[in-house]
């Protein structure tokens, strides 16, 4: 995983979790779900990104 793509992803997980703070504190449960989701697609991004360097660990 590219230092550029941890750095996104890292910073995906943060705006998510303070999405789904904001949303916890004004009781808005659309912000809590938005920041969950982003969370997760930041999981996806870091899972990605694990699979990718591990082929490229094989093939080299």
């Known amino acids: 995983m590219s230092l550029e793509d941890k750095v996104k992803a890292t910073a995906k997980n943060l705006e998510g979790k303070a ?3 904001l949303g916890k504190v004004t009781g808005d449960p659309e912000d809590q779900a938005k920041g ?3 969370q997760a697609e930041s999981q ?4 990605t990104e694990d699979v990718k360097d591990e ?6």
């Open 44 to 47: 996806v991004r870091h899972a």
């Open 36 to 38: 969950k989701a982003k």
């Open 19 to 21: 999405q789904e703070a």
């Open 55 to 60: 082929v490229k660990k094989a093939i080299d």
